[in-house]
């Protein structure tokens, strides 16, 4: 088994490469299948080996099995770090009616494109976007920088990436007992893939969860 993961790496880097990405990307009009979703990609933030993976079936493809094998249909929803909206649009049309999503993205070039592609797979849903960055170091209503990478999935807290030449988004900056007093919820499921944009808190929103559940 260990032998064939270099192999596996390989092929993967190939199929999921730039030039790939580009050819598939205008072939299918930047639209792709994921699962029973259909996805948009048609913004310049979505690089083309994005859009390979997503043509093969490989974007996000552990958090899309976890998320139909185990996710609970009968619970709400925190999701952080929801990026264009791939395993949001799943966990979406998974929920029972009445089940409540809320979709945290810190990146403000992101919005529009997940909106949209959550209207698309769920518009019966009922489902909550909240722009800002989880961060427990900033006091409530203060924003937190955030230095904008050249994709979805390359932005990072400035703290720890920057540059004279970085792009730097001041987002709201949010705690997860913030979000679920102001979204109202019981008992729910916290889905975090944060890819690195909020580093510095992932470990104390690990934290703050069982806390936050009795706020």
Same mark, same amino acid.
């Given at each position: ?10 092929? $993967? ?68 770090? $929801? ?49 800002? $960055? ?64 909020? $580093? ?16």
């Amino acid at each position: 088994m260990r032998a064939t993961l270099p192999v596996k790496r390989a092929a $993967a880097s190939v199929l999921c490469s730039a030039p790939v990405g580009r050819v598939v990307g205008r072939v299918l009009g930047h639209r792709f299948r994921s699962g029973d979703c259909r996805i948009a990609t048609d913004t310049r933030l979505v690089g083309p080996r994005t859009e390979a993976a997503l043509f093969w079936g490989l974007y996000e493809s552990a958090e899309l099995r976890f998320v139909r094998q185990h996710l609970r249909r009968d619970l709400d929803v925190v999701e952080l770090g $929801a990026s264009i909206g791939v395993v949001s649009s799943c966990i979406a049309r998974k929920l029972e009616p009445g089940r409540r999503l809320v979709c945290v993205e810190a990146n403000p070039g992101l919005l529009g494109l997940l909106a949209e592609n959550l209207r698309a797979n769920a518009p019966t849903r009922d489902v909550s976007l909240r722009h800002g $960055a989880i961060a427990y170091d900033r006091p409530p209503g203060s924003d937190v920088p955030l230095a904008l990478g050249e994709t979805n999935v390359a932005s990072r807290l400035a703290g720890s990436q920057g540059g004279p030449s970085t792009r730097i988004a001041q987002v709201p900056a949010l705690t997860l007992g913030q979000v679920l007093r102001d979204e109202c919820y019981g008992r729910y499921t916290l889905v975090s893939d944060v890819e690195g944009a909020e $580093a510095e808190s992932s470990c104390a929103t690990a934290r703050r969860c069982a806390r936050a559940r009795r706020s």
